[in-house]
């Protein structure tokens, strides 16, 4: 199944023209859980438009497309298992993550893998790098991102015009695997630090 978190899919009427109120997800936590589907998988949002999330967190959990077993060999058709993120899977329009962290989390997919959200849509569909309706602020995430395709990232897995996250951090030597991918198919967005460095980080934004 697509649109996988503890919340499938928070959107308004993506194929219709009536506008609805922005839905906002706030103090929810999630620990030492498996989220598993087919794409757009998230911890807490497979699939998010017009929503804020907002001091969230996932920790201790497995958040994956089911490209994989655990012995990394192909079961299903690859190019479905993309867009998984340790918040997000997939970021349409108009959505702000903010105060959200994950820790020891394993993250797995195909393609568009990362810490706090996998796939911005906006970004890819504007085309402009000036353009931004989604924003990902004081986050950070200590999670190990693991995939076998391309874009995965700390914080965002792609597109790879996202230059919106503010305020975010990572790990310094983040953990990640990557069995096809070169280096430049890795999105570096936020910032590093070192472990204490991140403690401190971590008190001050939450």
């Not at 969230?56 to 079961?75: F, G, P, Q, R």
């Not at 867009?83 to 997919?109: A, P, R």
């Not at 602020?137 to 200590?142: I, K, V």
Request: net charge negative; with cysteine.
């Amino acid at each position: 199944h697509s649109y996988i978190g503890l919340f499938g899919c928070i959107s308004k009427n993506i194929h219709g023209t009536q506008e609805a109120d922005t839905a906002a997800v706030i103090g929810l936590g999630i620990e030492n859980a498996t989220i598993e589907g087919y794409s757009n998988v998230g911890g807490i949002v497979g699939y998010a438009d017009n929503c804020t999330i907002k001091d969230c967190y996932v920790a201790n959990s497995t958040i994956k497309a089911d490209y994989y077993t655990e012995d990394w060999y192909l079961i299903r058709n690859k190019e479905d298992h993309a867009n998984v993120g340790g918040i997000i899977g997939t970021m349409g329009i108009g959505v702000d993550i903010n105060f959200c962290y994950t820790t020891n989390d394993t993250i797995k997919g195909q393609d568009y893998v990362g810490g706090i959200f996998g796939y911005d849509y906006e970004g890819g569909r504007t085309g402009n790098t000036n353009t931004y309706n989604n924003y990902v602020s004081n986050c950070y995430s200590t999670s190990t991102i693991k995939s076998r395709g391309y874009f995965l990232g700390p914080i965002g897995g792609g597109n790879e015009r996202v230059n919106n996250e503010i305020n975010c951090y990572y790990k310094e030597g983040w953990n990640y695997y990557n069995i096809n991918a070169e280096n430049d198919d890795l999105t570096y967005g936020g910032t590093s630090q070192t472990a204490e460095e991140l403690r401190e980080k971590a008190h001050e934004l939450l």
